[in-house]
């Protein structure tokens, strides 16, 4: 009887020693974990910024607390336009911004994702197709690497107009200030309006003082910005779907964390995200149309003519990044064919 009470103490001393020696570098990883500080120009709670932090805090649960973040919103850490170059400096350790909007010469090939009536309004369709084509285009991928940080994600969202004058024909563009860039600049500029080159940021503070008269924008932030205190005019129908923001993480922060971390912060940010964004814009569209209604702004809706219309004008922005591209040997057309390819197949049916 003796032997076998000391059998089992013996069985019970290595079971607890295996227990200690398995968990307590798990136990003492959650106790010190590693922190990491993540940078977002915009303000806290809209459908983009509530879906990025709900990312964070599943990548903190499924690591069981190895990984804390601090949140810094509404440029209080970094300016969006610096947003790339304090990534790469360590500034902050995760984060983002319109970067391939704002530093289109660091990324030319990418521009196939401003061009406007390309692809469709599907979030999931242009956010699960970029995010392919950043891991598999070799020339799409080459300009990440260039950059010296780790892709994370993509976000688009249909692009609309909100102004103080209504929008429906091209001649309503003739001598109008919009807030513009890129493309869509260009096309503004080509239809007799003047295009004003703001960051998303400064475009509140320029329709107070008349710097412009509009802006191109998102249905998801017109209010939250309050675009609608200053234009009563909401042009509904979307003239593109844009890459307007990339998430990223510097590179010595993502060398430093271990494997099975990288692994759930790639596929959070991969298939996590997109979903956790659909789930707040469906919540949040309806409460920002009747917002928009509620504070007295005409809603617009472009006949299939008028349409048709608008996008014939604006078909020479295809030709001139197919031109452009070639003239660095890359087939333009084809990517263009490629992106569209898999949004269709990943646009919600």
């Known amino acids: 009887m003796e032997k076998k009470r000391n059998l089992i103490f013996i069985y019970v001393v290595i079971f607890v020693t295996f227990l200690a020696l398995f968990y307590s570098p798990l136990l003492f990883a959650a106790s010190n974990p590693i922190i990491l500080k993540y940078s977002d120009p915009s303000k806290e709670g809209t459908a983009r910024t509530e879906a990025a932090k709900d990312t964070m805090l599943e990548i903190e649960k499924r690591t069981g607390g190895r990984v804390k973040h601090e949140f810094y919103w509404s440029e209080s850490l970094v300016k969006a336009k610096d947003s790339l170059e304090a990534l790469k400096a360590g500034t902050c350790d995760v984060g983002g911004a319109p970067d391939m909007v704002y530093h289109p010469g660091f990324f030319p090939v990418w521009q196939f994702s401003q061009i406007m009536f390309i692809g469709g309004p599907d979030l999931m369709g242009v956010m699960k197709a970029w995010n392919e084509m950043a891991r598999t285009h070799p020339k799409l991928k080459e300009e990440i690497d260039r950059q010296g940080v780790k892709f994370l994600g993509t976000f688009g969202y249909p692009t609309t107009f909100i102004c103080k004058k209504p929008l429906a024909e091209l001649s309503d563009f003739k001598g109008l200030k919009l807030r513009a860039v890129g493309p869509t600049a260009k096309w503004l500029s080509s239809i007799g309006a003047t295009a004003v080159p703001l960051t998303f940021y400064e475009v509140t503070e320029g329709l107070a003082r008349g710097v412009i008269e509009g802006t191109m924008g998102y249905l998801y932030v017109h209010v939250p910005y309050k675009f609608h205190d200053f234009c009563k005019f909401f042009t509904a129908t979307p003239v593109a779907n844009a ?23 790639e596929e959070a940010w991969r298939d996590y995200f997109p979903e956790a964004v659909l789930k707040h814009t469906d919540n949040e569209t309806a409460k920002q149309i009747k917002a928009l209604r509620d504070g007295g702004v005409k809603i617009t809706n472009l006949t299939p003519a008028q349409y048709a219309r608008w996008k014939e004008s604006a ?35």
């Open 243 to 265: 890459l307007i923001f990339n998430t990223w993480m510097n590179l010595e922060a993502w060398k430093r964390l271990p494997p099975d971390i990288q692994k759930i912060y």
């Open 315 to 349: 078909s020479n922005l295809d030709d001139e990044y197919v031109e452009k591209m070639k003239k660095i040997g890359v087939d333009g057309r084809k990517i263009i064919a490629d992106f569209e390819r898999l949004y269709k197949k990943y646009e919600k049916k």
